[in-house]
């Protein structure tokens, strides 16, 4: 039984749809909007609005930023011969928040996973072989999580780039197995960079 109106209904509903908060936290985060209605639901509402109209995934990367080619695409101090394959943005963001590479991103936009139903056609993997093939990558990092997936699809890229003349490493110690790069801490990730083996 809904113990408010509809609007209010839906914004808890929507709330609860972002990941770590369940129907419980979604009614506080609700209420705690609506008693701070001025201060943080008014710009909330407007710099989501902002997002929505600005936001774009980079055509190179596939990181989101407000302008493609993205900001890290576009830094011209970034080392090109180095393309770090993540999973998705928040790896991306996790290794950038870390400072762990001067290197360029290739974001695949999940892993393979024959139980859920995603196949090499469902991420970015094409454009990844694309990105090698033109040339002046010489070193392809992946940064995949240390998930059975992330395995899965970690040796499914190095079959996919083994005709070309490209160095594949992995990260390292310091990830462990089942672990998710955006959990860890920024001290992990910077030794797991570093400590990068062969793959």
Not at 75 to 85: E, G, I, S, Y
Not at 95 to 113: D, F, I, K, P
Not at 116 to 122: K, M, V
Not at 163 to 171: E, Y
Request: proline residues 5%.
């Amino acid at each position: 039984m809904a113990v408010a109106g509809p609007e209010i209904e839906r914004l808890i509903q929507l709330l609860a749809r972002l990941p770590g908060l369940g129907p419980r936290s979604a009614r506080r985060a609700a209420l705690h909007l609506i008693r701070k209605r001025e201060q943080l639901l008014s710009p909330l509402a407007e710099a989501m609005r902002i997002a929505e109209e600005r936001i774009r995934t980079c055509s190179s990367c596939g990181n989101v930023d407000t302008r493609d080619p993205c900001t890290l695409c576009a830094d011209a101090r970034r080392d090109p011969a180095t393309l770090v394959v993540v999973e998705s943005v928040g790896d991306l963001w996790a290794l950038e928040r870390a400072g762990a590479t001067r290197g360029l991103y290739h974001v695949l936009g999940g892993a393979l996973s024959p139980l859920d139903g995603i196949g090499p056609e469902d991420l970015s993997l094409d454009r990844l072989a694309e990105r090698v093939a033109a040339g002046g990558v010489t070193e392809v990092v992946l940064a995949v999580n240390a998930t059975v997936d992330g395995q899965t699809t970690a040796h499914y890229i190095t079959d996919l780039l083994a005709p070309f003349s490209v160095k594949i490493t992995r990260l390292a110690h310091g990830v462990p197995v089942g672990g998710e790069l955006d959990y860890l801490d920024d001290g992990t990730l910077s030794a797991a960079m570093r400590q990068r083996t062969t793959f």
